[in-house]
């Protein structure tokens, strides 16, 4: 896979800590250069990530009800409204992993479905953070059922704060039981060319890394320093 066509998969992440605005605009400028196909930034950021891709094909994506998932649905959808009127085109919205892993399937799908309707009536691509690595089988296929229903563009694999991230056999299932379109975004420990292209091989039609220009490196024979993150699992 070429350079170009490997960073069209990229969603550029930092979601550290501690992240300023000058790590933030050259993330940025980084993915706008590589054409990656989005930077995925808290929602505090959004006006700033906005204004420095105002003018680029990369996307604004942030996370919504993030990284717990058990925001009420007023909340999650005020964050929502906002991202958009801040310029964000994407919204990864964490599930309430929670309360599906106790059975409460209908809480989950009925948020996931007023939210989903919330974003495509502004025009905001969705991505439903289910996190793989609480969740059993059965619970995994329940859950891309639940985003499947509520017409999700994206059911994602991980936050990169659990306790794991993406695999190729969770991407793989996705892959084989999806019924409706709905794409595959792997995300969590995603550190090398031959990580990606496994998850792509999978079935991941966009992975969310928080090295993409150490990756785009690799892929073209070049070595970066690494840089520390907070959220390296991402």
């Known amino acids: 896979m070429d350079t170009k066509k490997f960073a069209s998969y990229l969603d550029a992440t930092n979601l550290k800590l501690d992240s300023t605005d000058a790590e933030l605009c050259s993330l940025c400028d980084e993915a706008a250069q590589a054409g990656c196909a989005s930077v995925c930034v808290y929602p505090t950021n959004v006006s700033l990530c906005s204004n420095v891709l105002y003018d680029s094909p990369t996307k604004v994506c942030t996370v919504i009800g993030f990284p717990h ?70 619970q995994k296929i329940d859950s891309l059922a639940i985003c499947e229903a509520a017409g999700a563009d994206f059911i994602k694999t991980s936050t990169g704060f659990g306790k794991g991230g993406a695999t190729v056999a969770d991407v793989a299932l996705f892959a084989q039981k999806r019924s409706n379109g709905i794409k595959i975004k792997a995300s969590g420990g995603i550190k090398t060319v031959a990580d990606a292209l496994a998850i792509i091989e999978a079935g991941a039609e966009r992975l969310g890394v928080s090295a993409a220009a150490a990756l785009l490196a690799e892929l073209e024979g070049k070595t970066i320093r690494a840089v520390a993150n907070e959220s390296d699992n991402y």
């Open 69 to 138: 998932g058990r925001s009420t649905t007023a909340s999650k959808r005020e964050e929502i409204i906002q991202a958009k009127e801040n310029g964000a085109d994407e919204v990864d919205i964490v599930l309430n992993y929670a309360a599906l892993r106790t059975g409460e399937r209908g809480i989950v799908a009925n948020q996931v479905e007023q939210l989903c309707n919330t974003a495509r009536e502004l025009n905001l691509l969705t991505k439903i953070i289910v996190e793989t690595c609480f969740l059993n089988k059965d």
